[in-house]
């Protein structure tokens, strides 16, 4: 059974930055796409980052290319989530998530939904304070 635990999460001035965590216990790790979606208060879950099994893939939501980077730690059997150069709009409850072949193109762009991820985290908050 796959479990996901995240960490990492915390309250920041704009400009700061944070690591989040994803511990990935059930060892579904080398079949499954990892993934960070973010949810604020009042609206709709949303995809920030996926990285493939392996790594050879990452994809990135327009809103925080540049300043995240998501990552794995294959022994560890954990993905990663480096957040730079935070913005009061990242405020947010982020969880982890696995799934598998979550890439869709839609409406002219690459894109993940909630939906094509079968295990979630519990979340973790991140707050961004101007």
């Known amino acids: 059974q796959v479990q996901l635990v995240e960490s990492g999460g915390g309250s920041v001035q704009t400009g700061g930055s944070l690591r989040l965590s994803c511990a990935d216990s059930?060892?579904?790790?080398?079949?499954?796409?990892l993934a960070w979606f973010r949810q604020a208060p009042g609206k709709e879950r949303e995809g920030v980052a996926t990285?493939?099994?392996?790594?050879?893939?990452?994809w990135y939501a327009d809103s925080v290319k540049g300043r995240f980077t998501i990552s794995q730690d294959n022994a560890k059997n954990t993905v990663f989530l480096q957040m730079d150069s935070l913005e009061p709009e990242d405020t947010g409850m982020y969880y982890c998530?696995?799934?598998?072949?979550?890439?869709?193109?839609?409406?002219?762009?690459?894109?993940?939904?909630?939906?094509?991820?079968?295990?979630w985290g519990q979340g973790t908050q991140v707050t961004v304070s101007s």
């Open positions: 998530a696995a799934g598998v072949d979550p890439l869709r193109f839609v409406r002219g762009r690459w894109d993940i939904r909630p939906s094509d991820f079968a295990t």
């Open positions: 059930g060892y579904t790790y080398s079949r499954n796409w």
């Open positions: 990285i493939s099994p392996g790594g050879r893939t990452t």
